[in-house]
């Protein structure tokens, strides 16, 4: 019971910070002369210029946020000292090419390229990294549709760790037969079937699979 109270005053004690903290910043952002001049900013220049050069993070972060040139932000987002500005930076790409571009890059961090994933929707790019074996490899395999996550799955030997686990999270019946067929390893075959329920795929497979405990499980 106290140790339930102290968890509860702990979380208040963090909400207050956390309040009192963005009512800090909102006051020195209202009041700060430099971050009012980003605000007022004629054109994309000045803007520009305060993103790249302003002394203070806070101001280079508000102009940031306005810039529209993207090859600036790719600039800002690999060598701006400050993390905040960094990933507000990150925030404001949207090229596809440019967000390929940053998530190659080994200036940012972990975090910020986990970030960049995120935004990433061209296939191509998703299948190479899902292949390339890297830190980002799974995270970029959960983001593929599934005909193409089945191509990388039933490589030799498999090239993700948590295979079985992108498996076990496949809904599609025609990817899933197609693996079960093509897996070069009977462990990602396996976890495929269990995930089937067409009948005559099934019935094919019980007939024709190369994994003798993948037909007789696809037999019963």
Known sequence: MAASRNRIALLLVLLVGSAVAYSSWRIYRENNPTIAMVRNAAGQAALERYATTAPDPRVRS????????????????????DRAVRTEAVRRVVDQALL???????????SLRRQVL??????????????????LSFAAAKQLPEWLLAEVLAEE????????????????QAALGW????????????????????????LSIAFSHQFEQVALEAAR
């Open 100 to 110: 390929t571009q940053l998530i190659s890059d080994r200036r940012l961090s972990p």
């Open 62 to 81: 508000a102009a940031t946020a306005r810039v529209e040139n993207e090859d600036v932000l790719v600039q800002i987002a690999t060598t701006d000292a």
């Open 118 to 135: 995120r935004r990433i929707d061209d296939d191509e790019t998703l299948l190479a990294l899902a292949r390339a074996r890297g830190e």
């Open 157 to 172: 030997p498999p090239t993700l760790r948590g295979a079985r686990e992108l498996v076990r999270k496949m809904t599609n």
């Open 179 to 202: 693996l079960v067929a093509n897996a070069h390893d009977g462990v990602i075959s396996f976890e495929a079937l269990q995930r089937l329920h067409d009948p005559a795929a099934v």
